[in-house]
């Protein structure tokens, strides 16, 4: 059964960066794609960005391109979100998803997803 799982998450100040992990089991990174989301308290779900791994093409929302950068680490089933410059709007609980085949920033086509970490950025 394949398995997500976060970490990384934290308590920063504004301007500051935290890296977030997420570990995969029972999936390769070569079946497909692999989305960063989060949920800020109160608003709806938000893709952050994506990562197909098979051509290391990304593609990131509006609101953290230049500032977010999404890699891959196949040898260790690991996808990473680094994330700079962060604000107090970046406050949220992010979570990695991975969808075989397509690739987007639409949850519709994840399949598979963590139970998210907590970012916080105080200003």
């Known amino acids: 059964q394949v398995q997500l799982l976060e970490s990384g998450g934290g308590s920063v100040q504004a301007g500051g960066s935290l890296r977030l992990s997420c570990v995969a089991f029972?999936?390769?990174?070569?079946?497909?794609?692999i989305g960063w989301f989060r949920r800020a308290p109160g608003k709806e779900r938000e893709g952050v960005g994506r990562?197909?791994?098979?051509?290391?093409?990304?593609y990131y929302a509006d609101t953290v391109q230049g500032r977010f950068t999404i890699s891959v680490d196949a040898a260790k089933n690991t996808a990473y979100l680094q994330m700079n410059s962060l604000k107090p709007e970046d406050t949220a609980i992010y979570y990695c998803?991975?969808?075989?085949?397509?690739?987007?920033?639409?949850?519709?086509?994840?399949?598979?997803w963590g139970r998210g970490t907590q970012v916080t950025v105080s200003s």
């Open positions: 990562i197909y791994p098979g051509n290391g093409y990304t």
């Open positions: 029972e999936w390769s990174f070569r079946n497909g794609c």
């Open positions: 998803a991975a969808a075989p085949g397509q690739c987007g920033l639409s949850a519709s086509v994840y399949r598979y």
